[in-house]
């Protein structure tokens, strides 16, 4: 092996001399086979010292160069440097677009959501894997591969019924012959497991054992067996769930190699559910003391250690194993792991009275969930420190998170318990309301019972809330307008505002008062009040949004535009609004606009929404984003197949307030365009309405470059 370093050093000064004698780009090739060589030899600081030496701008655009940049990358990996990792691998991929190889591309495409998904960047992970899909038209071994990391991503974040539907339709479209149906198979029971479909999650383990049984696979057989023994570990049948675990170790010792830390990990939480400590102490600790255990399974293993100490009462050694651990846990190797083990601990902090750090630990515990969209473990965070902490507490916790926890539970379907109650009311209670929207919660939790008194002082409270809010804009209209002559000269624009505003505000209201009549009987009704309230709720963003419009206030930025659409198609989605809707894009991939991405957000979202609105009794409902590039401006285009313009309303008083877009409009603020106008005036560019009438609507938007 020295023989060969020394060799390898010395025709790489040679090769060094070569190039600059002759001032010529190094052959990639010629590069390639030095670095692989001395990458197979695990000389990693060799390898990256040979791609410093030679510059690596100077390399010419071939199949070797992204061949180089992998395995820059790959040697990062080994050296847990991830970010740098990740650049070279986004470099691998430009080389595979310049030289128009699309399975390398794929290919390394893969490796960077594999790195995003390792970082626990799981919406990263997912932004890059459906690129693979998309760029796919049939189920590839690699675009299937995107997908289960897809679904993988989606059931860390929490979001079964995504994960579900993902691996369900992936598995309608492939057989067992492909190559990831064993894998589908294995990540679609995980989900069902965590969605205690225990039921569903046996027969795919069935499956995926008389799968692995037909063709002689050790691996699959293994991994169902521990599926097995997993499921009805959880469901309290410790001893089947012994049971096949221990054919699982019978296939492991006839080879060992076959040994992985899952199977440990399930075999120690059946003994430690059937209270065998001792021989679940004697799985963990010889691999907790293993220096070739992976960071991630060593997490996992000292959450097996702790349960083990709880299980034992052994309080005193465990808070100085904690002490022990706590600090040196790096959030980023698997966060979801880190996580489970910091709920642990603030059970273990709440149980010895050392109240004040189970509180500081709550508040990171909760970002950091909240962060990487761990609905379940965020629900679970809040439960354990609304049901053990004092109530004085509970103000420590800032305002936003508890919107966010809220959040959560609406993504997880959580009813309104008594927690939730909790952070609703603690929300409203700043807007001066606690008794009466107490009362309101409490009506909600005993709907049965409510009677027509009680709905009539919610309707009161919403009206008086919508007045006050009113009042509230009136006033900062006036303020922000101290001369008196601009003020005479803008009340015709001001009455005709709030003219519109009360006009969108009377007719969901006016649906909430039919809604109560119906509403003794009919759990129904109570919903579509909901619905109506969440309209109240858009029309005041949208006056929000009007005046967090300022110029003093822009913030422009470089960034590419199709970022920014799949954020706000995605949030979009999630949030419900696309439902049944075709949204299709056609963004050119280096395509940046310098701008205020908040107020762009803004528009295109207003857009859209008007395009939904209007495409509500469409067969075949379809949005289309395009970009282009004219006359020195960036243009962006948004058409729908709804109901057209009214041609009499082109004209220049198509952007005032109160002024709606479309034919056959019954109901409109007529504020959206106008705000469009006010952010594109800031931005010293114009919109475009192109007339279509009948059917269709297309708006463009014009950026100077």
Request: proline share 2%.
């Amino acid at each position: 092996m020295k023989i060969g370093i020394i060799i390898i050093v010395l025709f790489t000064f040679f090769l060094k001399s070569t190039y600059c004698q002759n001032k010529q780009t190094l052959s990639s090739e010629l590069l390639y086979s030095q670095l692989e060589a001395s990458y197979k030899e695990s000389n990693d600081s060799l390898t990256l010292h040979t791609f410093n030496f030679y510059r690596p701008d100077k390399l010419s655009i071939d199949s070797f160069s992204s061949k180089i940049y992998t395995l820059i990358a790959k040697t990062y990996i080994r050296l847990n440097l991830q970010k740098s990792a990740e650049l070279y691998i986004s470099e691998a991929i430009k080389m595979d677009v310049l030289t128009n190889n699309i399975v390398r591309k794929h290919k390394n495409l893969y490796k960077l959501s594999l790195l995003h998904y390792d970082q626990g960047s799981y919406q990263e992970a997912i932004k890059v894997a459906e690129i693979i899909v998309n760029e796919t038209s049939t189920i590839s071994d690699i675009a299937g591969e995107a997908i289960n990391l897809m679904g993988v991503s989606y059931r860390k974040m929490g979001k079964l019924q995504k994960a579900t539907k993902l691996f369900e339709d992936l598995l309608h479209k492939i057989d067992k012959s492909h190559g990831c149906y064993k894998m589908t198979l294995l990540n679609i029971g995980i989900v069902y497991e965590n969605s205690h479909n225990y039921a569903e999650a046996i027969k795919v383990r069935y499956t995926l054992l008389n799968i692995g049984i037909e063709v002689a696979d050790t691996i699959a057989i293994i991994t169902a067996y521990n599926g097995l023994a997993g499921i009805y570990d959880e469901i309290g049948d410790y001893h089947k769930a012994l049971n096949f675990i221990q054919i699982a170790k019978n296939y492991v010792n006839s080879d060992p190699k076959f040994e992985n830390a899952y199977s440990v990990l399930n075999l120690s939480s059946i003994y430690i559910n059937l209270d065998s400590l001792e021989k679940a102490e004697d799985l963990i600790l010889p691999r907790l003391l293993d220096p070739n255990i992976t960071k991630r399974d060593k997490i996992y293993m000292i959450i097996q250690k702790v349960k083990i100490l709880n299980k034992r009462n052994c309080v005193e050694e465990l808070n100085m194993y904690f002490k022990q651990v706590i600090p040196s846990l790096n959030d980023s190797i698997d966060p979801r792991g880190s996580l489970l083990l910091k709920i642990l601990y603030i059970n273990h902090l709440v149980q010895t009275k050392n109240i004040d750090e189970a509180v500081r630990l709550i508040k990171l515990s909760l970002n950091l969930s909240l962060m990487h969209c761990y609905d379940d473990l965020t629900i679970e965070i809040y439960e354990l420190y609304n049901n053990n902490l004092p109530i004085s507490i509970y103000y420590d916790i800032p305002k936003d998170t508890l919107l966010s926890v809220t959040k959560a539970m609406a993504r997880m379907n959580a009813q309104l318990s008594k927690n939730a109650e909790l952070l609703m009311t603690k929300y409203l209670e700043e807007l001066a309301y606690k008794n009466k929207i107490t009362s309101y919660y409490k009506s909600l939790n005993n709907s049965q019972n409510a009677n027509n008194e009680k709905i009539l002082i919610i309707l009161m409270l919403i009206i008086l809330l919508m007045i006050t809010f009113t009042l509230w804009v009136l006033l900062k209209y006036v303020n922000i307008k101290k001369l008196n002559t601009i003020i005479e000269n803008q009340q015709k624009d001001l009455s005709v505002y709030f003219a519109s505003v009360g006009h969108e505000i009377k007719y969901p209201l006016s649906l909430v008062i039919e809604k109560i009549a119906k509403l003794k009987h009919d759990k129904e009704n109570i919903q579509k009040i909901g619905i109506k309230l969440n309209e109240i709720v858009q029309i005041t963003q949208r006056i929000n949004d009007i005046y967090a419009v300022d110029s003093k206030n822009i913030k422009k930025v470089n960034f590419y535009l199709v970022e920014v659409i799949d954020d706000l198609i995605i949030e979009m989605k999630e949030d419900g609004y696309l439902n049944n809707i075709e949204i299709s894009k056609n963004i050119l991939a280096n395509f940046q606009l310098k701008a205020d991405i908040y107020l762009l957000r803004i528009s295109l979202k207003n857009i859209i929404f008007n395009s939904i609105y209007f495409l509500k009794n469409v067969k075949d409902p379809k949005i289309e984003i395009t970009s282009s590039e004219k006359n020195g401006f960036k243009i962006i285009n948004i058409s729908d197949n709804g109901v057209g313009i009214m041609s009499s309303l082109i004209n220049d008083k198509l952007t005032e307030p109160g002024v709606s877009l479309r034919a056959n409009s019954e109901k409109s603020t007529g504020l959206g365009l106008y705000l469009i106008k006010k952010i594109i005036n800031l931005h010293h560019g114009h919109l475009i309405i192109h007339n279509q009438q009948t059917v269709g609507f297309s708006l463009s938007l014009y950026f100077p470059k």
